[in-house]
């Protein structure tokens, strides 16, 4: 069935509005009053369909001037790239916007004392997203554009007891965020939150660095001179061999650089059930096992394989004897993986500083008193907070307005893309006043 990515709010009286179906956007802005297009919607119109579909085309093919916001991909062409985001766009399968799916715990899936749930998600520059949480099951689907971060929440849905209210809580700090950035072009699969507890005081996401790996592209799985290793890992093997050789103790048990070499050319076999977790490319636990997760199949296939070779050997105690030769190459390992990680050049596992934050999102991360969404730093979205305490939260309240912030969303106008909170752009509203 044809999809129209569009955002289509209406605003109520006072109670819970139904806000919006899909939205389709790209890069957030800095003022809603300049703005021109987001990229995407090519024929300027607020909406991304198949119009803009058809615009792109007939620019891919040079019927027509092409124009920056139908180059989405934003390689200073129009090409039939951007043509096939475009319609990835359009049906929700990718390219500008990305699906994302949860579980709310089945005791709450209905809500409390009978009310229904509604998923809802605050960009940093000003869309509402609201989805309806399944209450047979429980499970939460939307789309969110890319380009942009996002925080989340969970309220009860209209007719509802409004002092129901359930805030999604989740603690800010340096490795997990209540603000998700979502920066690159989706490759259409689905971001997965995983179960929801509300039962908890506090709901803690999975792993940031996690939830990004899981939707970005994976490493690419060549394989040259057919070792069942990746192309892409030779060269961490090849330091590998080169550590383990030096290591004075290894030639004290009679192991040598021949058998170095045999050991390491068994590595293709071990690795291969967990192959996908070596292609994915992030960050997650490096703070706790020392290496990232995608790392971890090969570090723990080192250590059996050397166990293996010292109980081949007849060599007492194995398993003392393989910690101490991990240990002992410990830390020259962690400095090779991460001399290697920033050599491949993949954004969600390039981290200059060594804080285990990739580059491209430590600046988007919200922690403490810097973080977009919650300006008075109490763990808790300013747009799911309610400061009359009238049980409906700030956004959906016709009570909390100001001239600063005029749809009561916690972004301020001259960030806000939809300021008044009607559902339709700023830049498409302006326009049609022409």
């Known amino acids: 069935m044809k999809q129209i990515l569009k955002i289509n709010r209406s605003r109520e009286t006072f109670l819970y509005q139904k806000l919006i179906i899909f939205a389709l956007l790209l890069f957030p802005f800095v003022s809603w009053g300049i703005i021109d297009a987001i990229p995407g919607d090519v024929n300027k119109d607020g909406v991304i369909d198949i119009l803009d579909v058809q615009h792109g085309i007939n620019m891919a093919i040079g019927i027509n001037e ?30 500008l916007v990305q699906p994302l799916e949860g579980q709310v715990s089945s005791q709450f899936s209905g809500g409390q004392q009978g009310t229904s749930l509604l998923f809802v998600a605050l ?30 929440g969970i309220v009860v849905a209209p007719g509802g007891n409004a002092n129901q ?26 971001l997965r939150l995983g179960n929801i507890n509300l039962q908890q ?3 803690l996401l999975p792993d940031l660095r996690k939830l990004l790996g899981t939707i970005a592209e994976p490493l690419p799985d060549t394989d040259t001179n057919g070792n069942q290793i990746p192309d892409i890992y030779e060269q961490l093997i090849t ?7 030096s290591i004075p103790y290894l030639l004290t048990l009679g192991i040598n650089d021949n058998s170095i070499n045999n050991l ?14 070596l292609l994915t490319p992030s960050l997650n636990r490096i703070e706790i096992d020392g290496y990232p997760e995608m790392i971890l199949p090969l570090v723990q296939c080192i250590r059996q394989m050397i166990k293996t070779m010292l109980v081949q050997m007849n060599i007492p105690s194995p398993d003392s004897i393989t910690d101490l030769i991990m240990n002992q190459f410990h830390m020259e390992l962690q400095q090779q993986v991460q001399t290697w990680l920033d050599s491949l050049q993949v954004p969600e596992i390039t981290d200059a500083n060594r804080n285990y934050i990739p580059d491209f999102i430590e600046n988007r991360i919200c922690t403490g008193n810097n973080c977009t969404f919650d300006k008075n730093n109490n763990e808790i979205p300013d747009f799911i907070e309610d400061n009359d305490g009238d049980g409906i939260p700030n956004y959906a ?36 006043k022409e």
């Open 123 to 152: 960009s940093e520059d000003g869309r509402i997203i609201t989805s309806e949480i399944n209450s047979a099951n429980g499970i939460i689907q939307t789309l969110l554009p890319v380009g942009t971060t996002w925080a989340f």
């Open 201 to 203: 005081s506090i709901i």
């Open 397 to 432: 309240d016709s009570d909390n307005r100001t001239e600063q912030d005029w749809d009561g969303d916690g972004i301020p106008n001259e960030q806000d893309i939809d300021a008044n909170g009607n559902g339709i752009l700023d830049y498409a509203e302006n326009q049609n």
């Open 66 to 95: 092409s124009v920056t916001m139908a180059d989405v991909n934003q390689n200073d062409m129009v090409d039939v790239l951007d043509v096939q985001i475009l319609i990835n766009s359009v049906l929700g399968t990718g390219g």
């Open 264 to 277: 390491l050319q068994s590595l293709g076999t071990c690795i291969q059930p967990q192959k996908n977790t």
């Open 165 to 190: 209210s359930l805030p999604l809580v989740v603690p800010t700090g340096p490795h997990n965020s209540l603000a998700l950035p979502l920066l690159q072009l989706s490759t259409g699969r689905p």
């Open 239 to 245: 330091g590998i061999q080169t550590g383990l050789s």
